[in-house]
């Protein structure tokens, strides 16, 4: 059964670069058959997605977020992060990773769905 | 890009069918075939109920079921149980790799 667990300060102060970490156990990341993405959820807001990457090391990221972000993997420890630069009070969320679909039934396209999410974990931007 | 629209709050007996609806606009779930909505238990991790706007997977129960119409998706669950009482969120491929959410409906049975 494979399960993806986030980790990483919960406090960063403003201006400095969050740091998060996504282990996934159970299964590889390097399979090829899933995209490994962040997702974010402001306190009494709705769900933000942050951006996604594949094996090949390919990236995608949310046009408002993109010149703040970075999403790389380790393979050899089976996880993948997150780096979000100069953070602000309004960078405070629950950081969600999630796996997103791509090789079902030996199909394999972008499908934009998550079919596999962490339980989450809290970052406040505070000094 | 703005988020996908949802009505903020939602209710239903035990045993009825509630629709919950997700607004968007051509260019993303007019625009694709994208759509999937997703169940919220806070302090669990969110799963997903319906794919490609009306895919199930196979571990969702078939109360769960998904449309679209334009620019609208909606999600109904037919006979409600105690345990759908979570919040619901959609969301849409809006074109340029990018995904668009939104902003949740609690769903309470009543």
């Known amino acids: 059964q494979v399960q993806l667990l986030e980790s990483g300060p919960g406090l960063v102060k403003p201006s400095q670069t969050l740091s998060l970490t996504c282990t996934v156990s159970?299964?590889?990341?390097?399979?090829?058959?899933?995209?490994w993405s962040w997702i974010r959820q402001p306190a009494g807001k709705g769900l933000e997605w942050i951006g996604r990457?594949?094996?090949?090391?390919?990236?995608n990221y949310n046009p408002s977020l993109k010149s703040r972000v970075t999403i790389s993997a380790d393979m050899s420890k089976n996880q993948f992060s997150l780096k979000l630069t100069s953070v602000t009070a309004a960078d405070t969320a629950v950081y969600y990773c999630?796996?997103?679909?791509?090789?079902?039934?030996?199909?394999?396209?972008?499908?934009?769905?998550?079919?596999?999410w962490g339980r989450g974990t809290l970052v406040t931007v505070s000094s | 890009q703005s988020a996908l629209t949802q009505p903020p709050s939602a209710s239903g007996s035990p045993g009825q069918s509630v629709t919950i609806s997700c607004t968007g606009t051509?260019?993303?779930?007019?625009?694709?075939?994208?759509v999937s909505w997703y169940q919220h238990h806070p302090g669990k991790a969110p799963k997903v109920m319906i794919y490609?706007?009306?895919n199930r997977p196979s571990a969702v129960p078939d109360r769960f079921s998904g449309s679209k119409s334009g620019n609208t998706a909606s999600l109904t669950v037919s006979g409600l149980q105690a345990e759908d009482e979570a919040d619901y969120y959609c969301?849409?491929?809006?074109?340029?790799?990018?995904?668009?959410f939104g902003g949740g409906t609690k769903l309470t049975v009543l």
């Open positions: 999630a796996r997103d679909d791509y090789c079902s039934g030996g199909n394999c396209y972008s499908r934009w769905y998550f079919d596999l």
């Open positions: 159970g299964g590889s990341i390097s399979s090829g058959r899933y995209y």
């Open positions: 990457m594949f094996t090949s090391g390919s990236t």
């Open positions: 051509s260019s993303d779930i007019g625009g694709y075939n994208y």
């Open positions: 490609e706007v009306s």
């Open positions: 969301s849409s491929y809006a074109g340029n790799n990018n995904v668009l």
